[in-house]
């Protein structure tokens, strides 16, 4: 396998990451039932699929792999966990229906895990641990395995049981433990197709993937199937396999036919605060546009067109607070990192 850097990867990837998140934003604001469980039936697993194509530990010890995994993600969990909880305490708590304890947040910054609405201020948060949780394991696997591909998916498909065997059990451990065993597998999915997405003659495949992902969302795809890796939903195990191949599939495949611009790679570049954000300006847009229209939230999330405003809106309400990141934040504790 070739260790890409931002500036070598191909760039199709960083447009997977973009609509990748605009595709969670979209399906945290709709309440539209086949919008959602079309959205839910592979967004995480791209995550997951994209983050094994950009796996780049080959050549790192586990300790430097670690180090740079706490700075490039713990660190930004724990700061964004702390300010959207400050501000669900201060504001967004007292407008809510249901009444969640002000301590349970704070477990959950420890727990990781939304189980027992420990976050409910910002759900998505979950991600970030689990997604640290499972690039750990796979490090170890990779290292102890001295990168033998046989040995890296059998351990693949033993994790998977694993994971199998907490979601039939209700078993909701710290740090998204179950979530990264069930997605394990599309994280090695995305590691071992970077040569097949780096192919030169791309037609041939998209082509032959539009194909199949045509006569699948015609004639198969389930709009009822309920998946939500979050919260350990899953009704079928085989079509949450299948829809999130293909759902990964369909997106690679539009990917290759938008060419990267500012707007594309400045959405790639700040992706993970999107993530940690976009929630609670979602909540705050969708209430001004209730109160413009005069109508409560769920018929304002139910209108898709309104709903994808949203997302954009979104989007858009995101500069500032990159911006601060990016130039207060991320920047001096990148200074004080280097110094050590």
Known sequence: MVTLDYKQRQP???????LGIMLVIMGHVTRSKWIINW??????????????????GQKKSFKQFLSRKFETLIIPYLLFYLLTYL???????????????????????????????????????????????????????????????????????FILF????????????????????????????????KPILNYQKKYIISLSSLLFITIYYIFVFNYDVRIDVGSGTY??????????????????????????????????????????????LCRIIIWVFSKLYHVDT????????????ITLMALVCCIPFIYIYNKYINFQWRTIMNKN
């Open 162 to 193: 694993l994971g199998i065997i907490f979601s039939e059990h209700q078993i909701n451990l710290p740090w998204g433990i179950n979530a990264a065993c069930m997605v394990y597998a599309f994280y090695l999915f995305g590691y071992f197709c």
């Open 12 to 18: 199709f990837v960083d447009v997977m990451k973009c």
């Open 298 to 309: 769920m018929a304002v999330r139910s209108n898709i067109f309104l709903s994808f405003v």
């Open 87 to 157: 501000y669900w305490v201060s504001i967004e708590r007292h407008f809510q229906v249901v009444d969640v304890a002000v301590w349970r947040p704070l477990v959950g910054i420890f727990y990781g895990h939304n189980a027992y609405n420990f976050m409910a201020h910002n759900v998505v948060l979950w991600f970030i641990p689990c997604l640290f949780v499972l690039e750990t394991i796979f490090m170890l696997v990779y290292k102890f395995s001295e990168g033998k591909p046989l040995f890296i998916i059998m351990s693949g498909l």
């Open 235 to 280: 009704d079928n195990y085989f079509l949450f396999c299948i829809n999130a191949i293909v759902g990964t599939s369909l997106i690679v495949f539009i990917s290759h036919f938008i060419n990267k611009n500012g707007i594309l790679e400045w959405i790639d570049r700040n992706t993970l605060v999107i993530m940690c954000i976009h929630v609670s």
């Open 39 to 56: 959205i839910y039936s592979f967004h995480i697993p791209l995550f997951f699929f994209v983050s094994g194509y950009l796996f780049s």
